[in-house]
């Protein structure tokens, strides 16, 4: 069965926000509110959010609960070796 994805747009502040409806799912446009705080460089204001230790917390949290193969014990190791001492860097890709 095809879901329908439906697309449209908030305004927040005066900025345009995306916005994506899929089946019972809305997705906001990170890119998008990322531009807000700095439109030259919002990747940049995306790897400080996705490398924020309570991003991290999130993170497990959700590979806990959605993920069979998620691998706990790396998970700790990272969360206790890089984590605290800001060597870890957590990108879209990676």
Sequence with gaps: MKRTVFKTEIIVKE????VMREGDF???????LAKYSNTD???????NWMS???SFEYYGLWEQ????NFNSVEFHR?????V???R???????
């Design 41 to 47: 460089d919002p990747s940049g204001v995306i790897r």
């Design 88 to 94: 870890f860097t957590m990108t879209p890709k990676r």
């Design 84 to 86: 605290p001492y800001n």
């Design 52 to 54: 924020n230790k309570n």
């Design 15 to 18: 900025n345009a926000i995306g």
């Design 78 to 82: 990272i969360k206790i070796e890089e």
């Design 65 to 68: 609960v959605n993920n069979e």
């Design 26 to 32: 809305d997705y906001i446009s990170l890119t998008d």
